[in-house]
Nanobody, 123 residues
């Protein structure tokens, strides 16, 4: 079992910055992927950014150049630095932890989610 504790959400004006943190605890595997998803009212949950234990990253086109994902493996923590925030960034942001493995000749991925943290960007 993995527990994810998020922090850093809040209210910010357009053009401002926020830094989200997500600390994982429990049955942590050294090889994993952590990331951030967001869901705005009336929209589907979408990938914001992800990072592997080898520090390979992936970003949504809408946040490239503005957001930066990073991790501290010693602390099992992932960060999302959000700069130049826009009103359309307003959403609930969810931390995600995933560990993939082979079992009985099938690929499995254990996925855990944080509780979500509200990010509101005012115009």
């Amino acid at each position: 079992q993995v527990q994810l504790v998020e922090s850093g959400g809040g209210l910010v004006q357009a053009g401002g910055s926020l830094r989200l943190s997500c600390a994982a605890s429990g049955s942590i595997f050294s090889t994993n992927t952590m990331g951030w998803y967001r869901q705005a009212p009336g929209k589907q949950r979408e990938l914001v950014a992800s990072i592997t234990s080898g520090t390979s990253t992936d970003y949504a086109d809408s946040v490239k150049g503005r957001f930066t994902i990073s991790r501290d493996n010693a602390k099992n923590t992932v960060y999302l630095q959000m700069n130049s925030l826009k009103p359309e960034d307003t959403a609930v942001y969810y931390c995600r932890f995933a560990h993939g493995y082979s079992k009985l000749q099938k690929w499995h991925e254990d996925v855990y989610w944080g509780q979500g943290t509200q990010v509101t960007v005012s115009s």
